[in-house]
């Protein structure tokens, strides 16, 4: 049940999931125990963050394609992406480490959600409205101070074949903070360059079924598409900023904008 009418929701479901090509068992268990490797590795700080992500996507199979760059972290901007799966941020991190803005579930989830939390991530609480001004404030501290910070528009997670509409509040933190956004559109396709919703996290999954659905999938390409930036002071608020940033990201993936922007949330001024 939706906490409140803003809160982020998605159609998505396991009959989204298509029948890809899948592995073996035996190359499964060798996925499974790179994983695992990858992970302790990221634990003990043994590698450079970039380096800790591409070693996780390559551990569960998958290649990244990127196309363009990010700027280094020094010169804040908000990193805005469409949302499909918990690969995601590993693919974004993978290009230019940086701080993200998570759900504050997250910061549960075993072993994950503890590197996740110390890598900087801000969390919001997308069920309390009354947080989100603070949340916002946090952001934009963020982003004045220099850093990059990765956001998912769609605020919940999408197959990836359809798509959601930005949420405009995230980018309110931008404009209080006076930076740049930087729209990257992310997507998941096969070696021969069939798009596939495997890898999406969808509602009703558990982590783990998200995790095994992927470790089975057969040549998984994690595609990265970095947008030309959005200076501050183009759009004249949020929700212009939102709907130029999901045009950019729809155009990279070669798709219509098809998802209206919908109703604002509020932020109360501060």
């Known amino acids: 049940m939706r906490a ?22 035996l190359r499964v268990l060798v996925r499974a125990i790179r994983l695992l490797g990858a992970i302790a ?28 760059e990010l700027p280094p972290s020094g010169r804040g901007a908000l990193v805005a992406s469409n949302h499909i799966s918990w690969l995601d941020i590993l693919a974004v991190n993978a290009v230019t480490p940086m701080r993200a803005l998570a759900k504050a579930e997250i910061a549960s989830w075993p072993v994950v959600g503890g590197l996740i939390a110390r890598a900087g991530t801000i ?30 528009a769609e605020g919940t997670t999408w197959c990836g074949a359809a798509s959601g509409r930005f949420v405009p509040a995230p980018f309110q933190a931008a404009i209080d903070g006076g ?9 998941y396709r ?16 558990s982590l783990l079924a ?5 470790l089975r999938l057969r040549g998984l390409v994690v595609e990265v598409f970095v947008c030309d930036e959005i200076a501050p002071g183009r759009a004249r608020d949020r929700g212009e900023l ?12 070669g798709r219509d904008v098809v998802a209206p922007v919908g109703r604002d949330v509020p932020v109360p001024a501060r």
């Open 179 to 187: 930076v740049p956004v930087r729209p990257v559109a992310l997507r």
């Open 242 to 253: 939102a709907r130029l940033t999901e045009a950019a990201v729809h155009s990279a993936l």
């Open 41 to 68: 590795a990221a634990v003990l700080h043994r590698t450079p963050p970039s380096q800790r992500c591409v070693r996780v996507l390559r551990a569960c199979g998958a290649r990244l394609v990127v196309h363009g």
């Open 123 to 152: 969390f919001v609480d997308r069920e309390r409205l009354s947080t989100l001004p603070a949340t916002v404030a946090e952001l934009a501290a963020a982003l004045r101070a220099g850093a990059l910070v990765n956001v998912s």
């Open 190 to 205: 096969l070696a021969g360059g069939t798009e596939t919703t495997r890898p999406a996290f969808l509602g009703p999954d």
């Open 4 to 25: 409140h009418p803003w809160m982020p929701t998605s159609p998505c479901g396991p009959s989204c999931v298509d029948t890809a090509p899948k592995v073996g068992v």
């Open 210 to 214: 998200s995790v095994r659905r992927v």
